[in-house]
Each structure stands twice: as C-alpha cells, then as structure tokens.
Nanobody
Framework: QVQLVESGGGLVQAGGSLRLSCEAS????????MGWFRQVPGKERGFVAG????????DYEDSVKGRFTISRDNAKNMVYLQMNSLEPEDTAVYYC?????????????????WGQGTQVTVSS
C-alpha cells in the first residue's frame, strides 16, 4: 500500500523549466516501480517517464527524451520529474503512479496507485 501526492506544477513560458515532486507514504516505497503520466481533456492518460525500483533504469516517451529527467530518492520516499525546454504541447495534468513490479511499464492500466495530479501549463 502506498499513497502519492504530487506538487510543483504551475505556469511557465515556453523554454522554461519546472520540477515536479511526488511524495509517497508507506514502508515499501522501494518495492514499486514509479511512473509519470499526463492527461489533457479528451485524451487518454499517457506515459511520460518511468523508473525502476532501484532507480538504475529509466524509460521516456519519445517527445520528452533529452528534455525531461525522472529520478527517485528511496531514502526520502520521493520521485521527481525535472522538465526543461518546456513546450506548449507539454501542457497537461501530470500524475505520478506506483506499480508493484520489477519492470518499467507504459500502460497506465497496469499501475496500482495514483496521485491526485498537478497542473502544468506552458504558454507560448
């Protein structure tokens, strides 16, 4: 069991940066692979980035490669998403999620726990 709370969203101009944080409760945070997803009205919730339980492996959706970095600090029960060179197309509600597997998975339906989401808006 884990509970997740995102923070760090806001308004930023194109080309700017934001760092999202996800704080997890529970004793077994290191047993979960973690992911960041985003959703805009009328579209499915889509994969952005994932990180393995140890933090040694990461995976990114193609459009954010080289711009976004996912990381975790298991000692602090935290997951982060550093977002640089933001574009208007990145505007969405961003969610962190936990998956009880040893893999990094891209399908949102396979994740067990979700945060409440945080809004990111990028202006042109």
């Amino acid at each position: 069991q884990v509970q997740l709370v995102e923070s760090g969203g806001g308004l930023v101009q194109a080309g700017g940066s934001l760092r999202l944080s996800c704080e997890a409760s529970g004793r077994t945070f290191s047993q979960y692979a973690m992911g960041w997803f985003r959703q805009v009205p009328g579209k499915e919730r889509g994969f952005v980035a994932g990180i393995s339980r140890s933090g040694l492996r990461t995976d990114y959706e193609d459009s954010v490669k080289g711009r976004f970095t996912i990381s975790r600090d298991n000692a602090k029960n935290m997951v982060y998403l550093q977002m640089n060179s933001l574009e208007p197309e990145d505007t969405a509600v961003y969610y962190c999620a936990a998956d009880e597997t040893v893999f990094i998975r891209r399908n949102s339906r396979q994740y067990d726990y979700w945060g409440q989401g945080t809004q990111v808006t990028v202006s042109s």
